[in-house]
T-cell receptor, first 115, second 111 residues
Framework: DQQVKQNSPSLSVQEGRISILNCDYT??????FLWYKKYPAEGPTFLIS?????DKNEDGRFTVFLNKSAKHLSLHIVPSQPGDSAVYFC??????????????FGTGTLLAVQP | ETGVTQSPTHLIKTRGQQVTLRCSSQ?????VSWYQQALGQGPQFIFQ???????GRGNFPPRFSGLQFPNYSSELNVNALELDDSALYLC??????????FGPGTRLTVT
């Protein structure tokens, strides 16, 4: 039972344009959401997070949007750069665990930013 | 500041054998979590240790066990290896309340 779903295995975007990565979840107890980026032969790197009490969080070129009623979140990268090419994982935790406790990950989306 | 390190990088074991994977936490971190990432999947939570005590466990059988040491380094032990245990094993450390920092992983192949 996949509680966190990333339905797009891959996404290709031109440099300078917006990248939008999507994530859906089924567990209504999730109250904290994170995005991680992973390059080959490296561990996932934390990118940005959002608590369920917010609907938007921004950090530089990265913005995460949360729609609790739709159980949907998205990561916007603007402008996209070739160095952003990586696998992006959406993750969630529940019961006040925040970023520290058990994370449930999606299957990832491979983003390719074309120069 | 040294990041999370894991050893070995790769190893190959035979079905039925036992394996121990090691993780050194980032300096100042007192929590360590282990995840299994099968090919084409996202990481799956195995368990977490906080101050040397197990602090949560995912849906993995008892043959997956762990330890955390006083210096907050950690081991993951897997007994009676099965072919399906072939995966990338990721260790992540954190301070309580902060995001988890992942190591590069150990690639385990069971033949």
């Amino acid at each position: 039972d996949q509680q966190v779903k990333q339905n797009s295995p891959s996404l290709s975007v031109q440099e300078g344009r917006i990248s939008i990565l999507n994530c859906d979840y089924t567990n209504s107890m999730f109250d904290y959401f994170l995005w991680y980026k992973k390059y080959p032969a490296e561990g996932p790197t934390f990118l940005i997070s959002i608590s369920s009490i917010k609907d938007k969080n921004e950090d530089g070129r990265f913005t995460v949007f949360l729609n609790k009623s739709a159980k949907h979140l998205s990561l916007h990268i603007v402008p996209s750069q070739p160095g952003d090419s990586a696998v992006y994982f959406c993750a969630a935790s529940e019961n006040g665990g925040g970023a520290t406790n058990k994370l449930i990950f999606g299957t990832g989306t491979l983003l390719a930013v074309q120069p | 500041e040294t990041g999370v390190t894991q050893s070995p990088t790769h190893l190959i074991k035979t079905r039925g054998q036992q394996v121990t994977l090691r993780c050194s936490s980032q300096s100042g971190h007192n929590t360590v979590s282990w995840y299994q990432q099968a090919l084409g999947q996202g990481p799956q939570f195995i368990f977490q240790y906080y101050r040397e005590e197990e602090n949560g466990r995912g849906n993995f059988p008892p043959r997956f066990s762990g330890l955390q040491f006083p210096n907050y380094s950690s081991e993951l032990n897997v007994n009676a290896l099965e072919l399906d245990d072939s995966a990338l094993y990721l260790c992540a450390s954190s301070r309580i309340g902060d995001e988890q920092y992942f190591g590069p992983g150990t690639r385990l192949t069971v033949t």
